[in-house]
């Protein structure tokens, strides 16, 4: 196979290699090429726009949530099964800023024990003390400015909480004030969970995408090239090193060489990439035909993710459309066991599901809703390459609510929102729920029939390629996701972390893109 010259001729040999231009892979991208001296080629499956105002519009208003249009241009959708009578379609952004250009914009910082889960396995450099650095130098908080403690005022993303004026968010507000939840007005504090308002990537009704934020940034530096429209389909490795990615553009494939590669392609994408080149379990590589380039049983063995349910309500009255995101409040509480505190989510969308779905942010008369999601950190599904041809989507088994104790937290979360909504202070601006019926609430067999019938997914794929100690088998990257055993390759996004965390992972996507950058600017390698 002929080398690929055409598009990424200006940097020839490029230092580092980088695929995916989603928030792990932009962040890392722009972070190398601060460095004049090291020369970064990102890779892109999807379109690579070069400024702000190429993007769709709908890709850029807050309002609306891309990811959730069937069909939308911006997305790649995997057909999938949530449990084994649950067949679902999850989607993956498929473009510059990847999933931070289609999804909610939800930009929420993991919790302390989510550090501490993290650095149980991958050492210090994951522990909360340790990034929290990181984590400012990344944002630029628009609500608390920068301080020495929690936040930033320097970095690429934008970040601002949502406002809580709209009569839905004010019910929801009092409402959760009524069942005597605290209020939590920095969700990317550490505070004890409760309610409060959301911080996001958006300013102004604008979506900020990380391919904005990063990449459009830096793209007046000489030594970044950022190529859209090549998927990669395999890495190639020679010797036991990594050496350069089979790439396919305008119908042509070629082999792009690098002197490291760093796949960020995301949780789906990237241990499929790792099948593909012939790192994974043995007997399923040799199963499908592939050369085994380094048998790692712990690639694409277990993931976690976040079951979640939709529950709506009719307001009494027409409400205004948002002004500035499709969000309103969220409620995170914490499930009986206490193991996991907050490990309950209840977000409120002021958009309709049938807008959030069409593309639109009115439809009149149509019902609001609450996204309840069990956020329990759970390893519950398993990936599968099932074909050596690139173009055959791997299969995917959330294996959602198998265990007891996941559906009990599921009916508590549910319960505690049908108790919301039951409050005079929302009856202010609703007539109740449509579903599930009281009956249905009252008993735990019928509730579960229901849940499952209404099942989805809250799309925090984590897990499918982690971090850990090179002799544990459950282990596939190291603290900075060099790939055991095999040199000059990295992973770097939410396949590394060992479970997903307990809030929503786009703001610890970045992360690991900050992160996976300083290590190899250290020399942490």
Known sequence: MKRMEHGYRRLRRPDVVVVGAGGSGAALAARLSEDPCRTVLVLEAGPAPRRPSAFAPELLDARLVPGAQSGHPAVRPYAVHLTPTRPYTVVRGHGL?????????????????????????????????????????????????????????????????????????????????????????????????????????????????????????????????????????????????????????????????????????????????????GIGPRRDLVALGLPVVRDAPAVGARFGDHPQVVLEWLPRRPVPEPSGSWLGGALHLSSSDEDHPGDLEILQSLVPMAGLTSGRVSVPEAPLAFLVSVQTPRLSGRMRTRSADPAMPPSLDYGYLAAAEDRRRMREAVRVTAELAGTTDFGEVSGGLLDPVAEVLNDDRLLDEWVLGHLGTSHHTCGTVPMGPADDPRAAVDPYGRVHGVDGLRVADTSILPTAPLRGPAATAVLIGELVAEAVRRGLS
């Open 97 to 277: 800023g990847g999933s931070t250009t289609v999804n909610g914009g939800y930009f929420v910082r993991a919790r302390r024990q989510d550090f501490d889960r993290w650095s149980a396995a991958g050492g210090p450099a994951w522990s909360y003390d340790r990034v929290l650095p990181l984590l400012r130098a990344l944002e630029t908080d628009l609500d608390h400015g920068g301080d020495a403690v929690l936040h930033g005022d320097r970095g690429p993303v934008p970040v601002r909480r949502t406002g809580l004026r709209h009569p839905a968010a004010v019910a929801f507000r009092a409402a959760a004030d009524r069942l005597g939840f605290p209020e939590e007005p920095d969700k990317n504090a550490q505070d004890a969970p409760g309610f409060g308002p959301v911080p996001c990537n958006s300013v102004d009704g604008v979506r900020v995408n990380a391919g904005i934020s990063y990449l459009l940034g830096a793209s007046g530096r000489p030594n970044l090239l950022v190529e859209g429209d090549s998927t990669a389909l395999r890495v190639v490795v020679e010797r036991g090193r990594a050496t350069g990615v089979v790439v396919e553009r305008n119908g042509r494939r070629g082999i792009v060489r690098g002197g490291e590669i760093v796949l960020c392609a995301g949780a789906i994408r990237s241990p499929h990439l790792l099948h593909l080149s």
